[in-house]
């Protein structure tokens, strides 16, 4: 199974922490990819790195110029598409199918700035987290724990160099290697 998110029209000013902010939210929920459209942003890129090789793991972040035709590629390799939108029908309502789909080759895709119509059509599913607008962030995470719940929030990831001790007080971390 993959899963793998992908965020549309990334502004390198404007999005810079909110995209890394997606990023970070899909590969601690259980993505092991992240695309992004929009402007090209190394810094992000390498920030995302820089965290997978303390925290451990295995998380791609890859540039894609088309997003239209690398999702169009995507359910043509038979990959389901879960387009997130506040229009959608809302999550309670399809529980058991998201969770079935989301054991499949799953591409979740959040907007950013006006999401064309097109993606609407190409989804397999647009899925609400309520109807009211909010974040990328807020939906992502919202849709991961209620498919994965705790066992994807008490994964551990392999090769971390850094653990953290779970305590009721203060910061306890623990190195690997
Ligand atoms: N100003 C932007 C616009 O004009 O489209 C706002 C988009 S919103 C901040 C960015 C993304 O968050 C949306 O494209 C969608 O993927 C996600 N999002 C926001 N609220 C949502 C909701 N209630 N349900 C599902 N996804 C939501």
Same mark, same amino acid.
């Given at each position: 199974?993959?899963? @793998?998110?992908? =965020?549309?029209?990334?502004?390198? /000013? =404007?999005?810079?922490? /909110?995209?890394?902010?997606?990023? *970070?939210? @899909?590969?601690?929920? &259980? @993505?092991? $990819?992240?695309?992004?459209?929009?402007?090209?942003?190394?810094?992000?890129?390498?920030?995302?790195?820089? #965290?997978?090789?303390?925290? &451990?793991?295995?998380?791609?972040?890859?540039?894609?110029?088309? %997003?239209?035709?690398?999702?169009?590629?995507?359910?043509?390799?038979?990959? !389901?598409? /879960?387009?997130?939108?506040?229009? &959608? !029908? $809302?999550?309670?309502?399809? *529980?058991?199918?998201?969770?079935?789909?989301?054991?499949? $080759?799953?591409? #979740?895709? +959040?907007?950013?700035?006006? +999401? %064309?119509?097109?993606?609407?059509? *190409?989804?397999?599913?647009? +899925?609400?987290?309520?109807?009211?607008?909010?974040?990328? +962030?807020?939906?992502? @995470?919202?849709?991961?724990?209620? #498919?994965? $719940?705790?066992? !994807? =929030?008490?994964? =551990?990831?392999?090769?971390?160099?850094?653990?953290? /001790?779970?305590?009721?007080?203060?910061?306890?971390?623990?190195?690997?290697?």
């Amino acid at each position: 199974m993959t899963l @793998a998110v992908l =965020r549309l029209s990334h502004r390198i /000013i =404007r999005d810079k922490r /909110i995209t890394t902010h997606l990023a *970070l939210t @899909a590969r601690a929920f &259980g @993505a092991s $990819e992240f695309f992004y459209s929009g402007d090209h942003d190394s810094k992000i890129e390498e920030s995302i790195e820089d #965290v997978c090789k303390q925290w &451990g793991g295995k998380f791609l972040i890859t540039h894609i110029g088309k %997003p239209l035709k690398f999702i169009k590629e995507w359910k043509k390799n038979n990959g !389901v598409v /879960i387009h997130l939108t506040m229009y &959608g !029908v $809302e999550l309670s309502d399809n *529980l058991q199918k998201i969770i079935e789909i989301l054991e499949k $080759e799953t591409l #979740v895709v +959040v907007g950013g700035a006006k +999401v %064309p119509g097109t993606i609407f059509e *190409l989804a397999d599913y647009n +899925v609400a987290i309520g109807h009211q607008p909010h974040s990328e +962030v807020a939906a992502l @995470a919202v849709l991961f724990d209620n #498919v994965f $719940e705790e066992e !994807v =929030r008490k994964k =551990r990831f392999s090769d971390a160099k850094l653990e953290i /001790i779970p305590s009721e007080r203060g910061k306890q971390t623990k190195k690997i290697k």
